[in-house]
């Protein structure tokens, strides 16, 4: 009882303001009292508005007022300090706006520790300690202290709601249970959340697990960052060092041919000048010939123009041949043609290479990949512009349109012969190599048709299956013939149900495998989707025959 009231003391020589024992007390005309510097520091703050108010009453003074020390207080103060007690035990702590205040407490409210669910009310540790003196109360289930107690009543019986109905999904009370929920299925409020409970543990489960698992993957993937970075310093580094080498080896051999050219150079420049000393002695010669006939000729006395006759007369047969051919500046080309050889097929080489390094670099497996657009503007974030290789077309395929269109013309152009090039089917492949994610799309006319992709290494040469878009394993297309329209690869063909629009938009998800073929036109219809694996970069083509004017373009969607 002595605590109590030392307690008791506590609460009534506490300012409300700083939550302590009074320091130099002064009590104004409402009657509470606060610390001096507490009281002037709160009406400070509203001397703008001029109007001072009690900060626990909310009381309001017209003017401010001269404050004085309470000097009974100031003495009460001291004694109590005397006790030892400079500090309220952390249980006694008042209630703040976010605490859970006791429903017991009279005046300024202490916060509560516990909840009970039979009374549904909170309490401070002072009026919670008959449920644990008490037999009566030991039985009641005691909670963290809840705002929500008032949740657990029936707004319209005003009854704890013990029982769950399984068939409303609520809970409700007893009343209901003979009333509104009568005849469903019901059980108490505990059972339920035992059943719940038992739901979220084994949720609660899997999520761990999948925590677990992500944790697992997420530490291979930062592996597999430290490997790639690893990886790419050093091929960085070796590439740069073979790079070095080949620019030395070029410049090396770029160097030897430079020798060589001057050196057949000088000697074919000695040769000639050889040859223009001896021609430019022999027209001395004969200029010395030519002026002695002369003088013979133009002699009148004819005893000695007889005389001297066989003397002259003679003329020396020249050692060199009467006529000079000389070739056109012709004397390097060769070398020329031979250096533009050796460009012609780095630069093949260094594409080709090139395009294909991203193939070469192991990609890590996406534990969540993208989907397939859903919509037309889904796939135009992907879009490609693609154009045609001039070098892969065969002989009647005319190109226009900056190498984006290609029209059947039903007789040969005027294309150089080149290894590339297809020479028994009217089909063309694109310049770009196509790896990730692309589309495009192609307007058509004609009786044959074929939108494909195809690997580099398709054959070129005659009309065969090895070189048929379609008829081989390093081709996809799809057949746009209006009267029958179908997919094929590797000679397998497989007819396609619908019409088929003006307009082919094709999708393409490299890594993951997959090749779509759709009709635009108001909307998208899927024609044909593949799931396969892709072991190289892919061209697209098309084929077009066999009327003149037939013609298919890489369009640029609007």
Same mark, same amino acid.
């Given at each position: 009882?002595?605590?109590?009231?030392?307690?008791?003391?506590?609460e009534t020589?506490?300012?409300?303001?700083? &939550?302590d !024992?009074?320091?130099?007390?002064?009590?104004?005309p409402?009657?509470?009292?606060?610390?001096?510097?507490?009281?002037?520091?709160?009406?400070?703050?509203?001397d703008?508005?001029?109007?001072?108010?009690?900060?626990?009453?909310?009381?309001?003074?017209?003017?401010?007022?001269?404050?004085k020390?309470?000097?009974?207080?100031?003495?009460?103060?001291e004694? !109590?300090? %005397?006790?030892?007690?400079?500090?309220?035990?952390?249980?006694?702590?008042?209630?703040?706006?976010e605490?859970?205040?006791?429903?017991?407490?009279?005046?300024?409210?202490?916060?509560?520790i516990?909840?009970?669910?039979?009374?549904?009310?909170?309490?401070?540790?002072?009026?919670?300690?008959? #449920?644990?003196?008490?037999?009566?109360?030991?039985?009641?289930?005691?909670?963290?202290? @809840?705002?929500?107690?008032?949740?657990?009543?029936?707004s319209?019986?005003?009854?704890?709601?013990?029982?769950?109905?399984?068939?409303?999904?609520?809970?409700?009370?007893?009343i209901?249970?003979?009333?509104?929920?009568?005849?469903h299925?019901?059980?108490?409020?505990?059972?339920?959340?035992?059943?719940? =409970?038992?739901?979220?543990?084994?949720?609660?489960?899997?999520?761990? =697990?999948?925590?677990?698992?992500?944790?697992?993957?997420?530490?291979?993937?930062?592996?597999?960052?430290?490997?790639i970075?690893?990886?790419?310093?050093?091929?960085?580094?070796?590439?740069?060092?073979?790079?070095?080498?080949?620019?030395?080896?070029?410049?090396?051999?770029?160097?030897?041919?430079?020798?060589?050219?001057?050196?057949?150079?000088?000697?074919?420049?000695?040769r000639?000048?050889?040859?223009?000393? %001896?021609?430019?002695?022999e027209?001395?010669?004969? %200029?010395?010939?030519e002026?002695?006939?002369?003088?013979?000729?133009?002699t009148e006395?004819h005893?000695?123009?007889?005389?001297?006759?066989?003397?002259?007369?003679a003329?020396?047969? $020249?050692?060199?041949?009467?006529?000079?051919?000389i070739?056109?500046?012709?004397?390097?080309?060769?070398?020329?043609?031979?250096?533009?050889?050796?460009?012609?097929?780095?630069?093949?080489?260094?594409?080709?290479?090139?395009?294909?390094?991203?193939?070469?670099?192991t990609?890590?497996?996406?534990?969540?990949?993208?989907?397939?657009?859903?919509?037309?503007?889904?796939f !135009?974030?992907?879009?490609c512009l693609?154009?045609?290789?001039?070098?892969?077309?065969?002989?009647?395929?005319?190109?226009?349109q900056?190498?984006?269109?290609?029209?059947?013309?039903?007789?040969?152009?005027?294309?150089?012969?080149?290894?590339?090039?297809?020479?028994?089917?009217?089909?063309?492949?694109?310049?770009?190599?196509?790896?990730?994610?692309?589309?495009?799309?192609?307007?058509?006319?004609?009786?044959?048709?074929? +939108?494909? +992709?195809?690997?580099?290494?398709?054959?070129?040469?005659?009309?065969?299956?090895? $070189?048929?878009?379609?008829?081989?394993?390093? $081709?996809?297309?799809l057949?746009?013939?209006k009267? $029958?329209?179908?997919?094929? #690869?590797?000679n397998?063909?497989?007819?396609?149900?619908?019409?088929? @629009?003006?307009?082919?938009?094709?999708?393409?998800?490299?890594?993951?495998?997959i &090749?779509?073929?759709?009709s635009?036109?108001?909307?998208?219809?899927?024609?044909?989707?593949?799931?396969t694996t892709?072991?190289?970069?892919l061209?697209?083509?098309?084929?077009v025959?066999?009327?003149?004017g037939?013609?298919?373009e890489?369009?640029?969607?609007?």
């Open positions: 009882m002595e605590q109590e009231a030392v307690q008791l003391d506590r020589f506490s300012c409300s303001i700083c &939550l !024992l009074l320091k130099d007390p002064v009590t104004i409402c009657g509470h009292s606060f610390c001096l510097s507490c009281i002037k520091t709160h009406w400070d703050e509203e703008q508005k001029r109007i001072y108010c009690c900060p626990q009453c909310r009381e309001i003074f017209t003017q401010r007022l001269v404050l020390k309470n000097t009974m207080l100031a003495a009460l103060v004694q !109590l300090k %005397k006790t030892g007690l400079q500090a309220a035990p952390a249980d006694h702590c008042f209630a703040g706006p605490d859970v205040a006791c429903d017991f407490c009279t005046g300024r409210k202490l916060k509560a516990k909840s009970c669910l039979v009374y549904l009310a909170s309490y401070c540790e002072k009026h919670l300690q008959p #449920h644990y003196d008490s037999a009566t109360f030991k039985k009641h289930k005691l909670v963290e202290p @809840s705002k929500n107690l008032q949740e657990n009543i029936c319209q019986h005003d009854e704890v709601m013990k029982m769950f109905c399984r068939t409303d999904q609520k809970c409700i009370c007893s209901c249970l003979m009333d509104k929920h009568k005849g299925d019901t059980v108490s409020a505990k059972e339920e959340r035992t059943e719940r =409970q038992r739901e979220l543990e084994e949720r609660r489960g899997k999520i761990q =697990q999948r925590i677990q698992d992500r944790e697992k993957d997420v530490k291979l993937l930062q592996q597999e960052v430290e490997a970075n690893h990886s790419a310093d050093k091929t960085v580094e070796d590439s740069e060092k073979i790079f070095t080498e080949l620019i030395r080896l070029i410049q090396k051999r770029s160097s030897d041919v430079k020798q060589q050219i001057r050196s057949q150079q000088e000697t074919e420049v000695s000639v000048k050889e040859l223009q000393e %001896k021609m430019e002695q027209i001395t010669e004969l %200029k010395k010939k002026a002695e006939l002369k003088q013979l000729l133009n006395d005893n000695q123009f007889l005389h001297s006759y066989p003397s002259l007369s003329l020396s047969e $020249s050692t060199h041949s009467s006529s000079i051919n070739r056109p500046l012709r004397h390097f080309e060769d070398v020329t043609a031979a250096v533009s050889e050796l460009r012609d097929k780095l630069q093949d080489i260094i594409r080709d290479t090139w395009t294909n390094f991203s193939l070469t670099i990609e890590v497996e996406v534990l969540l990949s993208e989907p397939e657009p859903k919509s037309r503007a889904g !135009l974030k992907y879009l693609i154009t045609l290789d001039p070098n892969t077309a065969n002989m009647y395929l005319l190109l226009s900056g190498n984006r269109k290609v029209t059947w013309m039903g007789q040969h152009q005027s294309y150089s012969s080149h290894s590339k090039r297809f020479t028994g089917c009217s089909q063309v492949l694109s310049r770009e190599n196509l790896t990730g994610r692309c589309y495009w799309e192609v307007e058509w006319r004609g009786t044959v048709v074929y +939108v494909a +992709v195809a690997y580099k290494d398709i054959s070129r040469a005659g009309s065969g299956i090895e $070189s048929r878009f379609g008829s081989n394993n390093k $081709s996809w297309v057949d746009c013939s009267a $029958s329209s179908r997919f094929g #690869h590797n397998m063909w497989t007819s396609i149900s619908g019409p088929v @629009s003006s307009r082919i938009g094709v999708y393409l998800d490299h890594s993951a495998g &090749l779509s073929f759709y635009v036109s108001e909307t998208m219809t899927l024609l044909h989707r593949v799931q892709f072991t190289q970069p061209h697209a083509g098309l084929l025959g066999f009327n003149c037939d013609f298919a890489f369009c640029k969607p609007k």
